[in-house]
Nanobody
């Protein structure tokens, strides 16, 4: 599986962006698609993840209520809609996929087998 993330850019605080991640191959129903981010000088952190079949979704606390994950199965694409962006949301955002995650592990990057190249989101104050 190859993942291609896009949609990053510069946005003013309070604005919105939608990131996209296209999977090159068929994604299995029990697979998990997730978004992580890494700010300069910080460790990679979990944002949100969902099962490809939509059965389970997990959000980081900071993402709940502002960030929404969705998927288009026909296009093999997962989206991250980000609203009410803050300067602290500035980071490189990565999409990731894994086939052997239990729900309690969806926030752990070590369980994801495939990673996209990342897309930079910069939020100005």
């Amino acid at each position: 599986v190859q993942l291609q993330a896009s949609g990053g850019g510069l946005v003013q605080g309070g604005g919105s962006l939608r990131l996209s991640c296209v999977a090159s191959l068929r994604t299995f129903d029990d697979a998990v698609l997730g978004w992580f981010r890494q700010a300069p000088g910080k460790e990679r952190e979990f944002v949100v993840a969902t099962r490809w079949n939509g059965a389970t979704t997990r959000h980081a606390d900071f993402a709940r209520g502002r960030f929404t994950i969705s998927r288009d199965r026909a296009k093999n694409t997962v989206y991250l809609q980000m609203n009410s962006l803050k300067p602290d949301d500035t980071a490189v955002y990565y999409c990731a996929a894994g086939r052997r995650l239990i729900s309690s592990s969806m926030s752990n990057p070590t369980f994801y087998e495939y990673w996209g190249q990342g897309t930079l989101v910069t939020v100005s104050s």
